[in-house]
């Protein structure tokens, strides 16, 4: 079987929400020592977006949402171990993320947060629907390099805006690379909210924040 063909099986398990199918994937590609980045992205990666797809079409509701993820959160337990040990034992930095306030969906964030643990940084995931408040206390109090905020819905986004807005007030902007994440961020809210980038893709995410920290 080709790479994309496993990604592809693994991609389908997840939609069709077969937990027993996607956790047996999981390992074989364990055992057949497989890229996991490769894998958690465009094999786990792939499917989560389906299921991400398939709710904002109506197809899929909370309850199969929030299964999805937990397929998902179940499989990278098994997978993160394995790729830990390709990681540096030196923290490139830290990174806090988080889904803004009213906003539920984690999946996105949740495989970002996954691959730039795997890349050598020291990430804390505060989860979905985070107060901006809340992410910027933690950000000082863990001394954080950047700040990683997703929105899924239009009607949040606002919240990615008062992250850097609470940011300048306090006067501690320049302490931090403020990044955006989410289907409605473009580079033009980007631009308007004065943050340093967003990335369509956990793979991106990773480069994004090399880049911004020049490593």
């Not at 020592?33 to 499917?47: D, S, Y």
């Not at 398939?54 to 179940?74: S, V, Y």
């Not at 394995?82 to 889904?99: F, W």
């Amino acid at each position: 079987m080709s790479n994309d063909k496993f990604y592809e099986e693994i991609s389908e398990a997840i939609v069709s929400l077969d937990k027993e199918k996607t956790i047996e994937l999981a390992n074989k590609a364990i055992q057949e020592k497989m890229n996991l980045l490769e894998v958690i992205e465009k094999g786990f990666g792939a499917g989560i977006r389906k299921i991400g797809d398939l709710w904002d079409e109506g197809e899929f509701f909370l309850p199969e949402l929030m299964l999805g993820g937990t397929i998902m959160q179940e499989s990278m337990q098994l997978l993160f171990p394995h790729i830990g040990t390709e990681r540096d034992s030196i923290s490139n930095g830290k990174v806090v993320i988080a889904t803004i306030e009213g906003d539920i969906h984690s999946i996105g964030k949740t495989i970002v947060a996954t691959m730039l643990s795997a890349n050598g940084f020291e990430v804390f995931d505060l989860g979905a629907d985070i107060p901006a408040e809340k992410i910027i206390e933690v950000a000082v109090e863990k001394n954080a390099d950047v700040i990683g905020v997703s929105a899924l819905l239009t009607t949040t986004m606002i919240g990615q805006k008062k992250i850097i807005e609470i940011l300048e007030s306090k006067g501690i902007r320049d302490k931090f690379k403020v990044i955006f994440g989410g289907a409605p961020v473009s580079n033009a809210w980007v631009s308007e909210c004065k943050a340093d980038g967003f990335a369509g893709s956990a793979v991106e995410a990773v480069n994004l924040v090399k880049n911004l920290l020049k490593i």
